[in-house]
């Protein structure tokens, strides 16, 4: 096995399965807000992606999660992916958005 493959392997398994990052997330002024809205190939039975191997493909605006991506702020401050990563910040709740945003959205529940 190569040393990529290993490298590759280490970081899929490091994810809990929580499914918190197939949640839509708004960008707003530089800043990531999460929602509570699933993306439509997340189980949420099983919190898997149906369509994982192709997801970025499949899906528009889904990205593969690398070390970059993730230092972006995407993730909840629970994912195993930022635990060691000092002075995360996470996400806030899109409801804290500004009210006249919050209007403005036109968010895709399926």
């Not at 992606?49 to 230092?71: F, M, N, S, W």
Request: one cysteine or more.
């Amino acid at each position: 096995m190569s040393v990529e493959k290993n490298r590759h392997e280490a970081w899929e398994n490091r994810c809990q399965r929580c499914g918190q990052c197939c949640y839509e997330k708004i960008e707003y002024r530089s800043k990531y807000y999460l929602t509570d809205i699933p993306c439509k190939y997340l189980n949420l039975k099983t919190k898997l992606c149906q369509i994982y191997p192709d997801r970025c493909q499949l899906k528009d605006g889904c990205v593969a999660l690398t070390p970059e991506i993730i230092a972006m702020g995407v993730l909840p401050q629970q994912c195993a992916y930022v635990e060691l990563i000092k002075s995360y910040t996470a996400p806030q709740s899109w409801e804290s958005l500004p009210a006249n945003i919050l209007k403005t959205l036109k968010l895709d529940y399926q």
